[in-house]
């Protein structure tokens, strides 16, 4: 299945389920997904079975100009954007490889919602001239949530960070993995932003405030293959309390398993994209073994 939606603006776009967007280029802002003014887009999963069963949802290989926003999602004031169960890779643009969401005027705002997303390999270093800048990047008046997501293995521009925000942007992770390598998560700038995080999984913590749980090696299960999710000994199992994800991960599993071999920290759900079933040998992982 591929998909493209096309650049518009005052474009409404809702339920894009179990749809492949890929391989879409645009020598301005945005390849993938242009939301122009009072759009709305939701993306995910039908929790039924599919056409790539754990992968019902992707977007990727989007590519915008070397140094325009948006290689995956543009999003423009007044917009809304949710986004579930999808995995996104391989996106690339100038700034936002993965989202640039900006309303600079007030206009209503721009409402950002990442939820049980695996998030990799976008952005590229910076070669064949793209300025692979902030895979995420807010800037105004925008409220970007980011829960349950595994965002890992993302190469940016050594210059820049995972999450850049400017101004009057609300930040919120909550039981999240954010791991890429030697990179910085966050860059803040202006006096009107905020930023709240909880219970998450990073590489550095210098960058990031809020209730971190540090750099562990977290033990997924194939990360060279691009398999995140936990294995039976990672240290995210077991870890967070509820924060409103999704009810299901995006292997139609239930959140918040307490698996009895783990000793709960915050809470009885995984950190991350996924949530682990390992220990119970009869559903672990979708049934595999």
Same mark, same amino acid.
């Given at each position: %299945?591929?998909?493209?939606?096309?650049?518009?603006?005052?474009?409404?776009?809702?339920? =894009?389920?179990?749809?492949? /967007?890929?391989?879409?280029?645009s020598s301005t802002n945005a390849a993938g997904i242009y939301l122009g003014t009072t759009s709305v887009l939701t993306m995910g999963t039908s929790n039924k079975n599919c056409?790539?069963?754990?992968?019902?949802?992707? %977007?990727?290989h989007n590519t915008s100009g070397t140094s325009n926003s948006g290689g995956a999602i543009f999003a423009g004031s007044n917009s809304v954007v949710n986004v579930e169960n999808?995995?996104?890779?391989?996106?690339?643009?100038?700034?936002?490889?993965?989202?640039?969401?900006?309303?600079?005027?007030?206009?209503?705002?721009?409402?950002?919602? !990442?939820?049980?997303?695996?998030?990799?390999?976008?952005? *590229?270093?910076?070669?064949?001239?793209? +300025?692979?800048?902030?895979?995420?990047?807010?800037?105004? !008046?925008? #409220? /970007?949530?980011?829960?349950?997501?595994?965002?890992?293995?993302?190469?940016?521009?050594?210059?820049?960070?995972?999450?850049?925000?400017?101004?009057?942007?609300? /930040?919120?992770?909550?039981?999240?993995?954010?791991?890429?390598?030697?990179?910085?998560? +966050?860059?803040?700038?202006?006096? *009107?932003? %905020?930023?709240?995080?909880?219970?998450?999984?990073?590489?550095?913590?210098?960058?990031?405030?809020?209730? =971190?749980?540090?750099?562990?090696? +977290?033990?997924?299960?194939? =990360?060279?293959?691009?398999?995140?999710?936990?294995?039976?000994? =990672?240290?995210?199992?077991?870890?967070? $309390?509820?924060?409103?994800?999704? +009810? %299901?991960?995006?292997?139609?599993?239930?959140?918040?398993? #307490?698996? $009895?071999?783990?000793?709960?920290?915050?809470g009885i759900y995984d950190a991350g994209a996924d949530e682990s079933y390992m220990s119970d040998f009869i559903f672990a992982n979708g049934f595999e073994l």
């Open positions: %299945l591929h998909t493209a939606y096309r650049r518009q603006r005052q474009m409404c776009i809702r339920d =894009s389920t179990d749809a492949q /967007l890929s391989f879409n280029t056409w790539q069963p754990g992968k019902c949802s992707v %977007l990727s999808t995995t996104i890779h391989s996106n690339r643009s100038g700034f936002g490889s993965v989202i640039y969401a900006t309303d600079t005027l007030d206009d209503g705002g721009v409402s950002v919602t !990442f939820n049980g997303n695996y998030i990799y390999d976008n952005a *590229d270093n910076g070669n064949n001239s793209f +300025l692979d800048r902030f895979p995420f990047r807010a800037f105004g !008046f925008v #409220d /970007l949530n980011i829960i349950h997501n595994t965002i890992v293995d993302n190469d940016i521009n050594d210059s820049s960070t995972i999450i850049g925000i400017i101004n009057a942007v609300e /930040l919120n992770i909550t039981n999240s993995i954010i791991n890429n390598q030697d990179e910085t998560i +966050l860059s803040a700038v202006g006096s *009107d932003f %905020l930023v709240d995080t909880n219970c998450i999984f990073v590489n550095e913590g210098t960058s990031i405030t809020g209730i =971190s749980l540090g750099n562990f090696n +977290l033990d997924f299960v194939d =990360s060279v293959n691009h398999d995140y999710r936990i294995s039976t000994d =990672s240290v995210a199992i077991d870890t967070c $309390p509820e924060a409103g994800g999704t +009810l %299901l991960d995006n292997e139609d599993q239930s959140r918040g398993w #307490d698996d $009895p071999y783990k000793s709960n920290v915050f």
